[in-house]
C-alpha cells in the first residue's frame, strides 16, 4: 500500500484553491467553482473538498490509500469483523474505492485505478 492521495475540507474553494495555486501545486481536477478539486503534487495527489464550518476535523479530513485489488481488501476487512460504510464503487474520477472511519472516526478510503 501507499498513499495515494490527502483530502483536505476548506469552506471556501475559491480561497484555497489560489493558495495551492500560488504555492506551485498544478489543477489537476475542480476548480475555484467546484465542490471538489484535485492538485497534482509529485506523483501524488492533494485534493480540497468544499465542507461546512461546523464539521469537525475529523471527518472533514480524507487519507486515501492506493492498493491494488481494492475488493480483496474490502473482503479482508469484512472478513477480520471490521465495517467498511459501503462496498466498493466505481467513481467517475477513475477509481473503485470504498470507505472506513478508524476507531476516532477519521474516514480513510481505499482505492484502485481502473
Known amino acids: 500500500m501507499e498513499i495515494s492521495?490527502?483530502?483536505?475540507?476548506?469552506t471556501c474553494m475559491p480561497t484555497a484553491v489560489r493558495f495551492y495555486q500560488q504555492v506551485g501545486f498544478?489543477?489537476?481536477?475542480?476548480?475555484?467553482?467546484?465542490r471538489f478539486t484535485t492538485f497534482q503534487v509529485g506523483q501524488h495527489h492533494l485534493n480540497l473538498r468544499l465542507g461546512n464550518a461546523d464539521e469537525s476535523p475529523a471527518s472533514?479530513?480524507?487519507v486515501i490509500f492506493a492498493v491494488n485489488d481494492v475488493d480483496a481488501v474490502y473482503r479482508m476487512f469484512v472478513?477480520?469483523?471490521?465495517?467498511?460504510?459501503f462496498a466498493p464503487r466505481d467513481a467517475?474520477?477513475?477509481?473503485r474505492y470504498f470507505h472506513i472511519c478508524d476507531?476516532?472516526?477519521?474516514?480513510?478510503?481505499?482505492?484502485?485505478?481502473?
Do not use: N, V, Y
Open 5 to 10: 492521495a490527502i483530502t483536505l475540507m476548506t
Open 103 to 114: 476507531p476516532d472516526g477519521h474516514p480513510l478510503s481505499f482505492a484502485q485505478r481502473l
Open 26 to 34: 498544478e489543477l489537476h481536477r475542480g476548480g475555484e467553482d467546484a
Open 79 to 85: 472478513e477480520r469483523g471490521l465495517k467498511p460504510e
Open 92 to 95: 467517475d474520477w477513475g477509481e
Open 60 to 62: 472533514s479530513t480524507l
